[in-house]
Nanobody, 116 residues
Framework: QAQLVESGGGLVQPGGSLRLSCASSGSIISDNAMGWFRQAPGKQRILVAAITKGGGTTNYADSVKGRFTISRDSAKNTWYLPMDNLIPEDTAVYYC?????????WGQGTQVTVSS
């Protein structure tokens, strides 16, 4: 069964940076467009960044554009989300998944908390 494992979250002050990683098993990363989603307390899970299967095109939610950068390393079956200039509104659990998402790909997520 395919697995996705997120890591890299933590507590950071406003203006700080983090880099999230998503390690995949099997051929998920080579077979799919991939994305990072986040779910803030009391809110729906939303897509914040996506990258095409070939890695040539990226898309971002307006709220993170210019601050987050999605990338992938197919050789390592991993993709990343470096996040800069973090703000309290970025506080959420972050998940990786295919785009469109698949129910059986959801992992545990990684918590990002932006607070002074």
């Amino acid at each position: 069964q395919a697995q996705l494992v997120e890591s890299g979250g933590g507590l950071v002050q406003p203006g700080g940076s983090l880099r999230l990683s998503c390690a995949s098993s099997g051929s998920i990363i080579s077979d799919n467009a991939m994305g990072w989603f986040r779910q803030a307390p009391g809110k729906q899970r939303i897509l914040v960044a996506a990258i095409t299967k070939g890695g040539g095109t990226t898309n971002y939610a307006d709220s993170v554009k210019g601050r987050f950068t999605i990338s992938r390393d197919s050789a390592k079956n991993t993709w990343y989300l470096p996040m800069d200039n973090l703000i309290p509104e970025d506080t959420a659990v972050y998940y990786c998944n295919a785009v469109p998402w698949r129910h059986d790909y959801w992992g545990q997520g990684t918590q990002v908390t932006v607070s002074s």
